[in-house]
């Protein structure tokens, strides 16, 4: 048996929509696998009865068809589905690394991300890299159709999941067909900002960089209280916050000083609005890491 963890993340970070992620050091989703004539799942954890076992609807399915690597895979759920912390890429994510190791399949693990994405076709359409790119590789990653660039850092942060479903699907339905030139021009800013700050190790420019006009307005409307609690975030000592990925978890950028208050001002702000939620104080952190083989 092969047994991997791979962790929570967050895409997007306001400016990089599609494009930008970070590995969280938690929560993770645990995967472990054996090889066998043909795929079969088991699904335990957070949100597991929300969650298909059937190969052709869950993530590790499309994963374990794409290396032809048959196995029963069991999944310890960590990251609650449809929570905008990548919870069906962290299961693809391990599913990949945990399957190229059972089966000695040597792919690298760059080569591992566009495999681990065709399990996030299966759930939102598109098989968007942003998510299991940096739950494979770990740290900040800018994932492009060409090229996927990682930097390590450790930045602190705090992301708070409030009790309110939104699926990515959903989340992409809303989103404009078109821009104008004027919020291109200040997203590529911004992108750019947040690039230097992640480079930098500064969490001042990755909070500024963070800040989007195309994206994130449209979909907060799917988040009861977001603008609330991005301001009070932001008024006790957050340095930038957005959505993380497509919802419904909000993420905020703050010194290691500032989180426990920026947490908990986060979920005072949810409650004010009848919404329950929990806040993770974690860090930029590792990729899929092997536990046993
Ligand atoms: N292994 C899996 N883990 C979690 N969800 C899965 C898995 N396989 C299939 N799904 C389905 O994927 C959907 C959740 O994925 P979705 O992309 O909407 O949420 P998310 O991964 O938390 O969000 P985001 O990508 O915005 O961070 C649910 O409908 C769930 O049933
Ligand atoms: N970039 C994706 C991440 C969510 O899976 C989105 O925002 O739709």
Redesign the pocket.
């Given at each position: 048996m092969v047994t991997v963890r791979a962790p929570a993340?967050?895409?997007n970070l306001g400016s990089g929509f599609d494009v930008f992620g970070v590995a969280l050091n938690r929560p993770a989703?645990v995967v472990h696998v054996n090889k066998a004539d043909e795929t079969t799942i088991d699904?335990r954890g957070v949100?597991s009865q929300?969650?298909?076992e059937d190969p052709e609807?869950?993530?590790?399915g499309a994963v374990a068809r794409a290396l032809d690597a048959p196995a029963h895979i069991e999944?310890d759920?960590g990251?609650?589905?449809?929570?905008?912390?990548?919870?069906?890429?962290?299961?693809?994510a391990a599913a990949a690394v945990a399957l190229n190791d059972l089966y000695d399949r040597k792919r690298s693990k760059k080569e591992l991300v566009p495999i681990a994405a065709k399990?996030?076709a299966?759930?939102?359409g598109t098989a968007h890299t942003d998510?299991v790119a940096p739950a494979i590789l770990g740290g900040f990653t800018i994932a492009t159709d060409h090229e996927i660039t990682q930097i390590e850092t450790d930045i602190s942060l705090v992301v708070c999941l409030p009790e309110v479903v939104?699926?990515?699907?959903e989340?992409r339905e809303v989103l404009p067909e078109r821009t104008t030139i004027d919020k291109v021009v200040d997203t590529v800013g911004k992108a750019a900002t947040l690039t230097a700050g992640m480079a930098r190790g500064d969490p001042e420019l990755v909070g500024q960089g963070m800040h989007d006009t195309i994206i994130t307005p449209v979909r907060s409307d799917l988040i009861p209280g977001y603008e609330s609690v991005r301001e009070t975030a932001l008024e006790n000592g957050a340095t930038g916050v957005t959505i993380?990925?497509?919802?419904p978890?909000i993420i905020a950028i703050c010194q290691e000083e500032q989180q426990r208050t920026v947490a908990n001002v986060m979920i005072d702000s949810f409650a004010d609005h009848g919404v329950e939620s929990r806040a993770y104080q974690t860090e930029i952190g590792a990729g899929a890491q092997l536990c046993s083989h």
């Open positions: 993340t967050s895409a989703d699904v949100g929300y969650i298909p609807k869950n993530t590790v999944i759920k990251v609650r589905p449809a929570s905008g912390l990548g919870s069906s890429a962290a299961s693809a399990g996030e299966v759930v939102s998510n939104v699926s990515t699907r989340a993380s990925g497509a919802g978890a």
